[in-house]
């Protein structure tokens, strides 16, 4: 199914322009894990920040996400379609166009894969259960690169992140 790309029959300056898009495309490439890491990062910290400590009994009424008691008539929560926790009405956040709500948590994790295509994958993978991850053209290229190159191949370091560009939000 994988087929060999043969660099042979191409000379030496369009090898060139050719490792020159396959640099530029890891480096996009490295950014964009980087703003996933990043997203998923938040969605952790969202989780962890809600999460019940041990010393903490599950039969006591308390939202699952901010940890705020709930009473018995008023602002007694309601469960999660998504999790089955029950959360306040602080900690719910109302989908567009419907009266369905999500918990802060389950609508970060929808988010977050909407963002990073997550969903795509997983459809594909229940949908496919066999495929398993594909190498794209331009590792394919890059490795045969190396196959004809003498020397290794190793894409040029990049500038290190700007400080103001780090402490931007997620997303």
Same mark, same amino acid.
């Given at each position: 199914m994988a087929q060999e790309v043969n660099l042979n029959s191409l000379q030496e300056v369009e090898r060139e322009e050719?490792?020159?898009?396959?640099?530029?495309?890891q480096a996009v490439q490295n950014i964009e894990e980087e703003r996933i890491r990043k997203l998923k990062t938040h969605l952790q910290r969202l989780r962890w920040k809600g999460?019940?400590?041990v010393s903490q009994e599950y039969k006591q009424k308390s939202c699952a996400r901010c940890q705020r008691m709930l009473?018995?008539?008023l602002n007694r929560g309601a469960v999660c379609h998504g999790c089955s926790h029950r959360v306040c009405s602080e900690c719910r956040v109302f989908l567009r166009r419907t009266h369905a709500w999500k918990? +802060?948590?389950?609508?970060?994790d929808r988010n977050m894969k909407i963002k990073t295509g997550e969903w795509f994958f997983e459809e594909r993978a229940k949908k496919f259960p066999t495929e398993g991850k594909h190498e794209t053209a331009g590792a394919k290229l890059l490795q045969s690169y190396q196959k004809l190159s003498k020397i290794s191949v190793v894409p040029? +370091?990049?500038p290190p992140l700007s400080e103001s560009w780090c402490s931007g939000s997620p997303g």
């Amino acid at each position: 199914m994988a087929q060999e790309v043969n660099l042979n029959s191409l000379q030496e300056v369009e090898r060139e322009e050719i490792l020159q898009v396959l640099y530029r495309d890891q480096a996009v490439q490295n950014i964009e894990e980087e703003r996933i890491r990043k997203l998923k990062t938040h969605l952790q910290r969202l989780r962890w920040k809600g999460a019940k400590s041990v010393s903490q009994e599950y039969k006591q009424k308390s939202c699952a996400r901010c940890q705020r008691m709930l009473g018995f008539l008023l602002n007694r929560g309601a469960v999660c379609h998504g999790c089955s926790h029950r959360v306040c009405s602080e900690c719910r956040v109302f989908l567009r166009r419907t009266h369905a709500w999500k918990c +802060t948590v389950c609508f970060e994790d929808r988010n977050m894969k909407i963002k990073t295509g997550e969903w795509f994958f997983e459809e594909r993978a229940k949908k496919f259960p066999t495929e398993g991850k594909h190498e794209t053209a331009g590792a394919k290229l890059l490795q045969s690169y190396q196959k004809l190159s003498k020397i290794s191949v190793v894409p040029p +370091t990049p500038p290190p992140l700007s400080e103001s560009w780090c402490s931007g939000s997620p997303g």
